[in-house]
């Protein structure tokens, strides 16, 4: 079971993205306050559970927190931003968009934006460690994965159903048969460097 709180007693939202390292498609950030009673054990950083268990616990977590929100940042405000800039931008839409504000940010990671009026404190990998991170982690991931899921229809010779436009072997061979579309990063390294040893 992970920590609850920081502090006991206050109002504290969890935020995570997912898609940081990803080709194609937005990075997608949450933001969750969870009740100060909420007891989870299956709750974990979402990268430690199978597909299936973090579908299982979306609506769980949706249905029993005091908040929650997802925010995604497009490909091309990607290129212009950086992915760090994006990913936090993510962070703040989220946190922006919360029923309730929060007396305190938890942060997943070692770097983040102060967001206007709400103090923050940043936690290395922890979505493995706070409660409220982890729902973080697995609602950005699951949000994430199902937008990809409905571009897959759209575009299926990519296979972003499957790879959710991570960097796989097959998404990269797509990308030199078939070029890049507009939900491609053009900032990122689409097609490995040809090197010296290949």
């Known amino acids: 079971m992970l920590q609850r709180y920081l502090i006991e007693g206050r109002l504290e ?10 080709l194609a498609g937005p990075v997608t950030a949450a933001a969750v306050i969870l009740p100060p009673d909420f007891e989870n054990e299956w709750i974990n950083d979402s990268k430690q559970l199978t597909e ?25 405000e990607i290129d212009r931003l950086n992915i760090l800039r994006a990913s936090i931008t993510a962070m703040h839409r989220a946190i922006g968009q919360l029923g309730v504000k929060p007396e ?6 070692n770097r983040f934006y102060p967001y206007p009026g709400i103090p923050h404190t940043t936690i290395v990998k922890g979505d493995g460690k706070m409660l409220s991170i982890a729902a973080a982690s697995i609602l950005a991931k699951t949000h994430r994965d199902e937008f990809m899921r409905r571009l897959a229809e759209e575009f299926p010779q990519y296979h972003w159903d499957k790879n959710k436009g991570y960097p796989t ?30």
């Open 104 to 109: 305190a940010l938890l942060i997943d990671g």
């Open 13 to 22: 939202a969890g935020c995570d993205e997912a898609g940081r390292g990803c």
């Open 169 to 198: 072997p097959d998404h990269r061979a797509a990308i030199a048969q078939h070029g890049i579309t507009v939900h491609h990063r053009r900032t990122f390294t689409l097609l490995k460097q040809p090197t010296l040893f290949d």
């Open 52 to 76: 299936r268990q973090r579908e299982a616990l979306r609506p769980v977590i949706e249905r029993e927190a005091l908040a929650w929100a997802v925010a995604m940042v497009s490909p091309q």
